[in-house]
C-alpha cells in the first residue's frame, strides 16, 4: 500500500482524523481550501500541496474527506483534480456523498488503475478527535482489505459492504436512522422541560434504559447547556437527508420521518442557524 498519504478537507473531522494518520507514522501531504486549517498539521510534519492534484501527485493513497458532493466531484473528477494527476494507487472517498457518485468516482478511477473505495463515517468531531469513528466502505475489495491499517488507525468499527457506492448507501441509513432519533431526545427533551421536571436528571435516568441512543448521552447534555457548537452542521446533515431522499424516491420508498426531521432542520437553517451543531434542534422546540 504505501505510506504516503494525500489528505484533502482540514474541517471538524477531517483535521483530527489526519493527525491521526501522522501519529500512525504515515507521511501526509495534505490540502484545504483555507491553508490556515493545516497550520497544525504542517507544525507536525506534514507537507502542503496547493491543489488537490499536488497532493495526489506522489501519494500512493488519498483520501477526501470534503463538504458536499459538488465538492467531490469537483476535487476527483475537475481541473487539477486528483485523477487528473494520479495513477496506479488508492483514493478512498470518506465525505458522505451521493451513492451514484460514487459509482461515477470508482469507473474514472478504473480507467486509470486506480482502486477506489467510498467510506464514509459516523461518530462525529467525537468520533474522529478518538479515533472511534464507525466506517462503512463500498467499492473495491481488495483494496478494502489493502487499505485496514488506514482504516484502523481512524476508527473502532470497520465493515465492507459491496460494490462501489455501498458504503454510501450504508451511511444513508445511518442518516435517516439519526435523523429520527434526533427529532425524538429534542422533544423528549422539551416534555420534561416543560413538565417542570429536572431535565438533566431526566436524561440522566432515561440514558440507561430502552431510550438510550448516542446521540442522546453525547448531544442530549450539549441541548440542556445550549452548546450549539458544530460535532456536525447542520447545513451537512441536511445535505445528507436530502441525498437519503433522493435515493429513496429512486428505490420508491416513502420515508415520511426523514421527510419532517429535513423540514424541520430546514427551518432552522432559514433562521440562519446552518453553521451551527445538529443539536440545536432543540431550540426549535423553544421557539
Known amino acids: 500500500m504505501g505510506k504516503?498519504?494525500?489528505?484533502i478537507g482540514l474541517g471538524v473531522m477531517g483535521g483530527a482524523m489526519a493527525e491521526h494518520l501522522l501519529e500512525a507514522g504515515f507521511e501526509l501531504t495534505v490540502y484545504n481550501r483555507t491553508k490556515k486549517k493545516a497550520e497544525t498539521l504542517l507544525s507536525?510534519?506534514?507537507k502542503w500541496a496547493d491543489t488537490p492534484a499536488a497532493a495526489a501527485k506522489n501519494s500512493d493513497v488519498v483520501i477526501t474527506m470534503v463538504g458536499y458532493?459538488?465538492?467531490?466531484?469537483?476535487?476527483?473528477?475537475?481541473?487539477?483534480?486528483?485523477?487528473?494527476?494520479k495513477?496506479?494507487?488508492?483514493?478512498?472517498?470518506?465525505?458522505?456523498?451521493?451513492?451514484k457518485l460514487a459509482k461515477k468516482i470508482y469507473d474514472a478511477a478504473a480507467k486509470k488503475g486506480i482502486a477506489s473505495v467510498d467510506a464514509p463515517v459516523s461518530g462525529g468531531d467525537i468520533g474522529a478527535r478518538?479515533?472511534?469513528?464507525?466506517?462503512?466502505?463500498?467499492?473495491?475489495e481488495k483494496a478494502f482489505h489493502a487499505l485496514a491499517p488506514i482504516f484502523n488507525a481512524l476508527g473502532k468499527t470497520v465493515?465492507?459492504?459491496?460494490?462501489?457506492?455501498?458504503?454510501?448507501?450504508?451511511?444513508?441509513?445511518?442518516q435517516i436512522a439519526i435523523a429520527a432519533g434526533m427529532l425524538g431526545v429534542a422533544e423528549s427533551l422539551s416534555y420534561a422541560k416543560k413538565a417542570g421536571l429536572n431535565p438533566e436528571a431526566v436524561l440522566e435516568t432515561i440514558s440507561g434504559g430502552a431510550a438510550g441512543s448516542w446521540s442522546l448521552s453525547n448531544l442530549g447534555p450539549r441541548m440542556l447547556k445550549g452548546d450549539t457548537a458544530p460535532g456536525f452542521y447542520i447545513k451537512h446533515f441536511i445535505k445528507d437527508m436530502r441525498i437519503a431522499i433522493e435515493s429513496a424516491e429512486e428505490m420508491h420508498l416513502e420515508l415520511p420521518g426523514l421527510k419532517l426531521a429535513k423540514r424541520l432542520y430546514d427551518e432552522l437553517s432559514a433562521r440562519g442557524m446552518e453553521d451551527c451543531g445538529t443539536q440545536t434542534i432543540y431550540q426549535w422546540y423553544a421557539k
Do not use: C, H, W
Request: hydrophobic content about 35%; proline content about 3%.
Open 4 to 7: 504516503k498519504i494525500g489528505f
Open 44 to 46: 507536525k510534519g506534514a
Open 69 to 85: 458532493p459538488e465538492d467531490v466531484e469537483e476535487v476527483y473528477l475537475g481541473k487539477d483534480g486528483i485523477l487528473e494527476a
Open 87 to 99: 495513477t496506479g494507487g488508492y483514493v478512498i472517498d470518506m465525505t458522505t456523498s451521493s451513492p
Open 130 to 140: 478518538n479515533a472511534t469513528l464507525v466506517i462503512m466502505v463500498g467499492g473495491d
Open 159 to 174: 465493515r465492507y459492504f459491496g460494490a462501489a457506492g455501498s458504503g454510501q448507501y450504508t451511511k444513508m441509513a445511518n
